[in-house]
């Protein structure tokens, strides 16, 4: 494995935007994407995440992935990038690694597999792991998503053996109880593996027990007030930390916890971003759907 950095997961820290593809005519819309990504490099986002749930990966044929990985690689500026690499196959796996280490990206994201999820045993989990680890030019963030992976997921003591590999730096969850239980296996021993919550539902305790950041939907719509909650906790501003927490909460419940991707579009249209449409075969919020985020956004004081 290439690592030029001793310890790759220092960087996973703060706060990183998964963000999203926005579509047009059921295309990807690049210059929107453009634009957003240039307002998204005056915040203090950590950086993004490319080509993930919310970037609608699943959506895109191979072209428009290689075409929307090419505008991160002009703009990204000074942001940490991961790109999602995910596929079934480990040689597929190993071909996109070797494709976004010549294109300078950073960080890679990769679910495990889940196409045959009954059969999907830790051990397999495990060996597909160290099978591309062993070879990854850039370091891998293990990506927990059970719920769009046929309920698969690494378990707390996967992780643990995976934490000490050195081709993996980190790991981003999004399963249903939050990253505790990963936090608390790692904490008190590895200070190199970084583990990101994925929900900014649980970002703030996850901070208080050791997550080293956090990648939120919310960051594409709101990415300030995000990032003042990571700062206030490094600061130890709890009081008003708790007080941004609440409201991200109930942001998070009107927006993407009841509509999804396409709400944080609609949101992020809402807010000056360019959100577009989702992608085929979903659809766009209703008008009423749409006066729901909205006046979300307002009784939060963010529009």
Known sequence: M??????????????????????????????????????????????YVALGSNGEFRSLSSEQR?????????????????????????????????QLHERGFQFAALQPPSYFGRHVTQRAITRFYHEIADTTPVPLVLYNAPGFLNGVAISPATLSELAEHTGIAGVKDSGPSGPFAYIARIDSWNARFAVLAGSATVLYPALHAGAAGGVVSLAN??????CELYELFCSAAYDRARGVHNRIVRLNSAISGTFGVAGVKAAMSMMGYRGGDPAPPLEAPTEAELSTIKTALMREGVL
Do not use: M
């Open 221 to 226: 719509v709101i990415p300030e007030l995000c």
């Open 66 to 98: 290689e075409q929307v990985l090419s505008v991160f690689a002009e703009e990204k500026q000074s942001k940490l990038v991961i790109v999602g690499a995910s596929a079934e196959s480990p040689v597929e796996v190993q071909t996109r690694l070797r």
């Open 2 to 47: 290439t690592n030029n950095n001793t310890n790759p997961s220092a960087a996973l820290s703060g706060i990183f935007a998964p963000v999203v593809t926005p579509f047009a005519d059921g295309k990807p819309d690049l210059a929107s994407l453009r634009l957003n990504l240039r307002s998204l490099a005056q915040t203090s986002l950590a950086g």
